[in-house]
T-cell receptor, first 114, second 115 residues
Framework: AQSVAQPEDQVNVAEGNPLTVKCTYSVSGNPYLFWYVQYPNRGLQFLLKYITGDNLVKGSYGFEAEFNKSQTSFHLKKPSALVSDSALYFCAVGTSGGYNKLIFGAGTRLAVHP | KAGVTQTPRYLIKTRGQQVTLSCSPISGHRSVSWYQQTPGQGLQFLFEYFSETQRNKGNFPGRFSGRQFSNSRSEMNVSTLELGDSALYLC??????????????FGQGTRLTVV
């Protein structure tokens, strides 16, 4: 069975500092990995995805993620955090078989302090 | 290009009633998926429709059902509502046939409260 784990409920970062939000996955076959962000009372917004190729994926709003096959991880990173980055972040894995089903992690709340 | 539109945004229903939620995907997208988001269970997949056919179903009771119309708009129905059905219901549309092909675009959700 495919699964995603986000080990941190909350991450606190000072504005201007680098941030990392962790994600590990368990899949059979090749993983299709995604990061989404959710602001209060809003739906999910797509940040970036890894399908194949370079292990470092660049996405929206200055975010990037590093795919590590040996550690089965897909951590989200940003070199310099903004207060406006404060939100709920979800890692997700796409299932194989030609479907659009996503399996989400529990989410990590990012708090960026001025 | 208009995004994914979900209606209504908020809904209050009484236990035992039924409810229908609507989702209009991005123009040209043939896949619509539904998710339930609760504080306790997180984001859980309900079902996916592609070209009017249900392709995948999550682990939810039969009280949860859905359909997709020829214009790709989708509805989900919950019958005999329970307090535990209170949640944010999110709809996502995709242009491709699978997660490998394209990302999912989400609507703002319908907040259902069952009292």
């Amino acid at each position: 069975a495919q699964s995603v784990a986000q080990p941190e409920d909350q991450v606190n970062v000072a504005e201007g500092n680098p941030l990392t939000v962790k994600c590990t996955y368990s899949v059979s076959g090749n993983p299709y990995l995604f990061w989404y962000v959710q602001y209060p009372n809003r739906g999910l917004q797509f940040l970036l995805k890894y399908i194949t190729g370079d292990n470092l994926v660049k996405g929206s709003y200055g975010f990037e993620a590093e795919f590590n096959k040996s550690q089965t991880s897909f951590h989200l990173k940003k070199p310099s955090a903004l207060v406006s980055d404060s939100a709920l972040y979800f890692c997700a894995v796409g299932t194989s078989g030609g479907y659009n089903k996503l399996i989400f992690g529990a989410g990590t709340r990012l708090a960026v302090h001025p | 290009k208009a995004g994914v539109t979900q209606t209504p945004r908020y809904l209050i229903k009484t236990r035992g009633q039924q409810v229908t939620l609507s989702c209009s995907p991005i123009s040209g997208h043939r896949s619509v998926s539904w998710y339930q988001q609760t504080p306790g269970q997180g984001l859980q997949f309900l079902f996916e429709y592609f070209s009017e056919t249900q392709r995948n179903k999550g682990n939810f009771p039969g009280r949860f059902s859905g359909r997709q119309f020829s214009n790709s708009r989708s509805e989900m129905n919950v019958s005999t509502l329970e307090l535990g059905d209170s949640a944010l219901y999110l709809c996502a549309s995709s242009s491709g046939q699978g997660a490998r092909d394209t990302e999912a675009f989400f609507g703002q959700g319908t907040r259902l409260t069952v009292v």
